[in-house]
């Protein structure tokens, strides 16, 4: 299987696990977890690939009904949001996982506060699920994504042992 094969299976399952996360509604588990896969498509299929899922997801998920229509005026900062955390990780990523965790977090978090500050007429559930607590997420998200990682490309390590002329 050449790079590009590769590259493409890996977006689309973590594209459908993003998705799949959005079944569980606004709850902080299911931003934890779209947190995880965001981090983990930036390491994982790079900048690219990783703004793709960020930017697909919301608009996948709001288009077929995984996420209520009320969020529809915050779309942008989501998508937006989700854009900053993969590129900011990956660009920052040289210096330090941890630290490019915290600042790319935080910049997530201040476009969506942004967005609900500009937008005053939002509904008072999706107004505070887009405050302080998509900061705490994106943090545990990015942690978890950590451990996500190593197990991925250990089973992508025992993956190609098992596939002659293959290297790791």
């Excluded at 793709?52 to 077929?64: E, F, M, N």
């Excluded at 942008?76 to 660009?91: E, H």
């Excluded at 005053?120 to 559930?125: A, R």
């Excluded at 887009?130 to 900061?135: D, E, G, I, R, W």
Aim: net charge positive; charged share 5%; no cysteine.
């Amino acid at each position: 299987m050449n790079y590009n094969s590769r590259w493409l299976i890996k977006l689309v399952v973590l594209l459908s696990l993003s998705l799949l996360t959005q079944v569980l509604g606004l709850s902080y588990i299911a931003s934890i977890l779209l947190n995880m896969f965001l981090f983990a498509s930036a390491l994982l299929v790079g900048t690219v690939g990783g703004v793709l899922i960020g930017g697909l997801t919301p608009v996948i998920a709001i288009s077929i009904g995984l996420l209520p229509s009320g969020l529809l005026p915050l779309l942008p900062f989501v998508i937006g949001g989700n854009i900053a955390l993969v590129v900011i990780y990956n660009y920052l990523g040289q210096k330090g996982k941890l630290l490019a965790m915290g600042i790319a977090s935080f910049i997530r978090f201040t476009i969506l506060s942004s967005g609900v500050r500009y937008l005053s007429n939002l509904p008072k559930e999706i107004s505070n699920m887009m405050q302080v607590s998509q900061l705490a997420t994106a943090l545990a998200g990015g942690l978890l994504s950590l451990l996500l990682i190593v197990l991925i490309v250990k089973i992508d390590n025992d993956y190609l042992r098992l596939i002659p002329n293959q290297q790791t």
